[in-house]
């Protein structure tokens, strides 16, 4: 994907690679070996389990990829969903309980639709905006970094402290 042309981009696509590869290494390093009970097991106050986290990630790759792509093809109409959204809820209920085989199986398709979108963003593409019924209008740039590249990080390191 380097090419030079548009690092901005660059920058978004080697963020999201590196927490892929980071979560591809936790599921076949600790997760792997760890006590399966635990990955179904909530840290506590509210948190999410690991593989809650997990079944997040695959779900919210695509469905921000989705929006991306719709948002350059038409830019200033509203964008993303709140944290109530039926999509979201439905697919950690759904998926929170999947085993680690299902979870490492469904996730490079996932990740493959957030790459193929992002490979075909130029850094121009950044600038456009969009609406949020929450947080109101803002550059495609802060979109990505609020809701695909920070997220994905953030998820990562729960993972991590639940280990």
Partial sequence: MTTGNNPNVEVIHRRVRTSY???????DGPLATMD?????????????????NIAHIVEFLP?????????????G??????QQHEGRLRAIQEHGADSMNQARAALPA??????TVLSSLKDS???????????????????????????????????????
């Avoid at 399966?36 to 809650?52: F, N």
């Avoid at 109409?77 to 709140?82: P, S, V």
Wanted: net charge negative.
């Fill in 36 to 52: 399966t009970t635990k990955v179904y097991r909530s840290p506590g106050s509210g948190e999410w389990t690991i593989m809650e």
């Fill in 63 to 75: 469905y921000w990829a989705d929006e991306i792509a719709k948002l350059v093809a038409h830019p």
């Fill in 77 to 82: 109409q509203n964008f993303g969903r709140t």
């Fill in 125 to 163: 593409d950044l600038e456009l905006t969009g609406l949020h019924s929450k947080f109101g209008e803002h550059k495609l740039s802060w979109f990505i970094e609020d809701f695909v590249t920070k997220h994905f990080e953030d998820h990562i390191e729960q993972i991590k402290s639940c280990l």
């Fill in 110 to 115: 996932s990740y493959k639709h957030m790459e």
């Fill in 21 to 27: 590869d980071e979560l591809n290494r936790l599921l």
